[in-house]
């Protein structure tokens, strides 16, 4: 069997300077981090860090995209195959899935990152949108892929699975997630997590399912 790759040193260090730029971002705001700051924060050489990055905002774009890979990677795809896939399987897909969300949106430094994103979006709307695309969006568009599946499997009567999965995003987030973002309540713990979408994932199927 082969030995698990390890990470190279390059890819141990990229990850560091994503690390650092985060907190970076979070804390001074988009604007008001600059690339020296960075360079400063890292104890590394414009070398290093531009050989990774050629700008701050390629920079936030791969923090987004590397957080949004914990739900996207989650989902486990249904078996196509004319007589495969069930209703069971798409439950566990959706909750699997809806558990990868909340455990990555109910986190501090992704919190961060959308406080800061909503303060600076008027001033940057290009940073917005790039979040919004290779952040939720994508997880919607991911999960979205399943529900259609889903439906031509006859598991689901979805005509618009974009809308559908948008749906148990919303279900998902409901309003906890603004409350944690203005800081008026605390995250759930994760017993609270999967109670909360093993319902969201049963009301879904009761409006869907056939």
Same mark, same amino acid.
């Given at each position: 069997?082969?030995?698990?790759?390890?990470?190279?040193?390059?890819?141990?260090?990229?990850?560091?300077?994503?690390?650092?730029? +985060?907190? +970076?971002i979070?804390?001074?705001g988009?604007?008001?981090?600059s690339?020296?700051?960075?360079?400063?924060?890292?104890?590394?050489?414009?070398?290093?860090?531009? @050989?990774?990055?050629?700008?701050?905002?390629?920079?936030?774009?791969?923090?987004?995209?590397n957080?949004?890979?914990?739900?996207?990677?989650?989902?486990?795809p249904?078996?196509?195959?004319?007589?495969g896939?069930?209703?069971?399987?798409?439950?566990?897909?959706?909750?699997?899935?809806?558990?990868?969300?909340?455990?990555?949106?109910?986190?501090?430094?992704?919190?961060?990152?959308?406080?800061?994103?909503?303060?600076?979006?008027?001033?940057?709307?290009?940073?917005?949108?790039?979040?919004?695309?290779?952040g939720?969006? @994508?997880?919607?568009?991911?999960?979205?892929?399943?529900l259609?599946? +889903?439906?031509?499997?006859?598991i689901?009567a979805?005509?618009?699975?974009?809308?559908?999965? +948008?749906?148990?995003?919303?279900?998902? @987030?409901?309003?906890?997630?603004?409350?944690?973002?203005?800081?008026?309540?605390?995250?759930p713990?994760?017993?609270?997590?999967?109670?909360?979408? @093993?319902?969201?994932?049963?009301?879904?199927?009761?409006?869907y399912?056939?």
């Open positions: 069997m082969e030995s698990e790759k390890k990470v190279s040193r390059g890819e141990k260090r990229k990850n560091e300077l994503l690390e650092i730029a +985060a907190d +970076a979070i804390e001074l988009y604007a008001n981090t690339m020296d700051e960075i360079v400063r924060r890292a104890r590394a050489s414009k070398t290093t860090v531009y @050989r990774h990055f050629k700008n701050k905002e390629a920079m936030l774009a791969e923090i987004v995209s957080l949004s890979e914990g739900p996207v990677l989650s989902i486990k249904l078996d196509s195959n004319e007589d896939g069930s209703r069971q399987e798409l439950e566990e897909i959706l909750f699997v899935f809806g558990k990868a969300v909340l455990t990555l949106i109910y986190d501090d430094r992704t919190l961060g990152l959308w406080r800061m994103l909503i303060g600076e979006g008027s001033r940057a709307p290009h940073i917005t949108k790039s979040f919004f695309q290779l939720p969006k @994508r997880a919607t568009s991911s999960i979205a892929q399943q259609q599946l +889903a439906s031509d499997l006859g689901v979805i005509e618009h699975p974009e809308n559908a999965a +948008a749906i148990f995003m919303g279900m998902l @987030r409901e309003d906890t997630h603004l409350a944690l973002l203005l800081g008026v309540q605390s995250a713990d994760e017993q609270e997590i999967s109670g909360h979408v @093993r319902q969201c994932v049963r009301d879904f199927m009761k409006a399912g056939v």
